[in-house]
């Protein structure tokens, strides 16, 4: 009998914001989402490149933008465009990260009974925690601080300091 992954480490929510990642239906928590923004231009620094497609500047603060399709190993959408206006970034709460979707579709409240556990061990580095059921289909409840692994996290924590540096450099902006 496998273990089936519990709901304790899901957020005290059934909220959740629906997200079409490369055309596969998947949700945060909504408490693990501070805030939706447009796509903006990115700085792009030479050194980016797999999952990371540049850093948003947050005020100063350079926040790396992370294509969750490309982490996922997802396949581009046919007919998909880069400078699609209607991408979106998602600021996940509590940390300086950004991840690229192709829409934000929905916030939904999901009844208790829909939310199912998914098993740790089913998924790259326990990545989905739980699936929801809405209307048709199951969506993947994706845990935003799994989707990274340590060595992954680090490397990107190197790669946003050394654009704090840069950024730096420049001096503070004038008005």
């Known amino acids: 009998m496998k273990k089936i992954g519990s709901l304790k480490n899901l ?5 959740f914001l629906v997200l079409d990642v490369a055309g596969v239906p998947c949700a945060l928590a909504r408490a693990a989402v501070s805030e939706v923004l447009p796509l903006p231009d990115l700085h ?7 999952p990371l497609v540049g850093f948003l500047d947050l005020g100063g603060t350079p926040v790396p933008v992370i294509d969750l399709a490309r982490l996922l190993g997802l396949p ?4 998909a465009q ?28 999901v009844a208790e009974a829909e939310i199912r556990p998914v ?14 059921g809405l209307r048709d289909r199951m969506v993947h409840v994706l845990d935003p601080a799994r ?3 340590a060595e992954e996290r680090q490397r990107l924590d190197d790669l946003t300091r050394a654009a704090a540096a840069r950024l730096a450099a ?3 902006p004038t008005a």
């Open 11 to 15: 957020p005290a929510t059934t909220a």
């Open 170 to 172: 420049f001096g503070p």
């Open 44 to 50: 792009n620094p030479p050194a980016a490149g797999g």
């Open 82 to 109: 880069a400078d699609d206006p209607y991408r979106h970034l998602v600021l996940a709460a509590g940390e300086a990260i950004a991840f690229l979707v192709d829409r934000v579709d929905d916030l939904v409240v």
């Open 76 to 79: 581009k959408r046919e007919g």
């Open 147 to 149: 989707l990274l692994g």
């Open 119 to 132: 098993a740790e061990a089913l998924t790259l580095n326990g990545c989905v925690m739980a699936e929801i």
